[in-house]
Nanobody
Framework: VQLQASGGGLVQPGGSLRLSCATS????????MSWYRQVPGKQRDVVAT???????DYADSVKGRFTISRDNAKKVVYLQMNSLKPEDTAVYYC????????WGQGTLVTVSS
């Protein structure tokens, strides 16, 4: 299984980015999928989760700013990030909510003026 996150980059505070995670997960539709982020020296934290039925859950720090979505036909998970803050700077990864699959390389998001 491969999890390939993309779409990161350098953005100013208040800006937006859309991350994508292309997967090769079999039976993709049965998995709750999540976006995680990690700052060097700290643990990897879950940011957003989307269930197979489409219900969504967010960390308090990103509620109202981030939106997770999925395309089951393409086996892709997205993270729309708006009103970005410097504290959102991290490497972003996707995986199942249960972390069943090998971690991919992630994509770096840097929020800075």
């Amino acid at each position: 299984v491969q999890l390939q996150a993309s779409g990161g980059g350098l953005v100013q505070p208040g800006g937006s980015l859309r991350l994508s995670c292309a997967t090769s997960i079999n039976f993709f539709t049965i998995w709750a999928m999540s976006w995680y982020r990690q700052v060097p020296g700290k643990q990897r934290d879950v940011v957003a989760t989307i269930a197979p039925g489409g219900s969504k859950d967010y960390a308090d720090s990103v509620k109202g700013r981030f939106t997770i979505s999925r395309d089951n036909a393409k086996k892709v998970v997205y993270l729309q990030m708006n009103s970005l803050k410097p504290e959102d700077t991290a490497v972003y990864y996707c995986n199942s909510r249960l972390n069943n699959f090998p971690w991919g390389q992630g994509t770096l998001v840097t929020v800075s003026s």
